[in-house]
């Protein structure tokens, strides 16, 4: 079973930057869009930025500006820059794999999550 990796969450200080990485395990065909998701307590997990395969990228109004996703293809990995952090950032945030069969079923990996807490 492929697996994502998350790694590059931690603590830091208001104002500061943070790098997520998420690499698959294996080898996953046919990754339609990479994205990154949050989830603070006891709110619902929301998205953060999404990468479609041929580059367009969405994001959450909030995060506008201060957060730039990238992927590697080659690597099947996805990547968060995220600055200018805020308290408000402070989350899990998972990284999301989707795939798109060829009858157009769609499959989610998702990883662990890491932990995200940005200090005022």
């Known amino acids: 079973q492929v697996q994502l990796v998350e790694s590059g969450g931690g603590l830091v200080r208001a104002g500061g930057s943070l790098r997520l990485s998420c690499a698959a395990s294996g080898i996953i065909f046919g990754i339609a869009s990479m994205g990154w998701y949050r989830q603070a307590p006891g709110n619902q997990r929301e998205l953060v930025a999404t990468i479609a395969r041929g580059g367009p990228t969405t994001y959450a109004d909030s995060v506008k500006g201060r957060f730039t996703i990238s992927r590697d293809n080659a690597k099947n990995t996805v990547y968060l820059q995220m600055n200018s952090l805020k308290p408000e950032d402070t989350a899990v945030y998972y990284c999301?794999?989707?795939?798109?069969?060829?009858?157009?079923?769609?499959?989610?990996?998702w990883g662990q999550g890491t932990q995200v807490t940005v200090s005022s």
């Open positions: 999301n794999f989707r795939t798109v069969g060829r009858d157009r079923t769609t499959y989610d990996y």
